[in-house]
């Protein structure tokens, strides 16, 4: 029996660490909208954020542009959701 306390899964969608609420990594994760009918949610820890503004020298991305570089691994050191992102990463 599934214990009814158990909260859901929200991986950051670079290196599937937990961002769910009373992880340590809530408090400055970046929360990309999904369209609500066939988008859902995705998360994104403050790390692997930085890491992509680093790699994109930009000071800010929108949540569109963000979900693009994730999805196509376009972004320098990101890989698929669920995957994990590279280390030794240099920006």
């Not at 340590?24 to 949610?41: C, H, I, K, N, S």
């Not at 569109?64 to 050191?77: C, F, K, N, P, Y």
Request: net charge positive.
């Amino acid at each position: 029996m599934e214990h009814a306390s158990r909260s859901r899964r929200e991986p950051c969608s670079t290196c599937d660490r937990e961002t769910a609420s009373g992880s340590v990594l809530f408090p400055a994760r970046r929360v990309l909208a999904g369209d609500g009918a066939t988008e859902a949610a995705r998360y994104l820890c403050a790390s692997c954020e930085k890491d992509i503004h680093r790699a994109r020298k930009a000071a800010h991305l929108s949540d569109a542009e963000l979900r693009r570089l994730i999805e196509d691994g376009s972004a320098a050191g990101m890989t698929y959701a669920g995957m994990g992102s590279l280390s030794g990463f240099v920006g």
